[in-house]
């Protein structure tokens, strides 16, 4: 192991919390995080553990990524002009 991963590796034992969540627990409220993110809401209580965890969890931080890229992808297409709803015709 390099320097700079073995490095990253004690910063994230060292910021470990006392009371953390699962990465099952952290995939049950990632679509709220992602809401509240996208919405400029405050992270508070469950969702402050949740984002702690993505800071913590490869696994987890990619799920969130993808779900939070797949919410604003959603979002451009319901905003972009003449965006019907899907099955109607022009």
């Not at 990465?23 to 679509?31: G, K, N, Y």
Request: include cysteine; charge should be negative; aromatic fraction near 8%.
């Amino acid at each position: 192991m390099d320097e700079s991963k073995f490095t990253q590796w004690i910063q994230k034992v060292m910021a470990t919390e006392e009371e953390e969540i699962s990465c099952s627990e952290c995939f049950d409220l990632v679509s709220e995080y992602v809401d509240t993110e996208l919405a400029g809401g405050e992270f508070s209580g469950a969702l402050r553990q949740v984002g702690h965890h993505l800071n913590q969890c490869r696994a987890c931080r990619d799920e969130y990524e993808l779900l939070r890229d797949f919410v604003i992808a959603e979002e451009n297409a319901h905003d972009s002009p003449g965006n019907d709803s899907p099955g109607s015709n022009p």
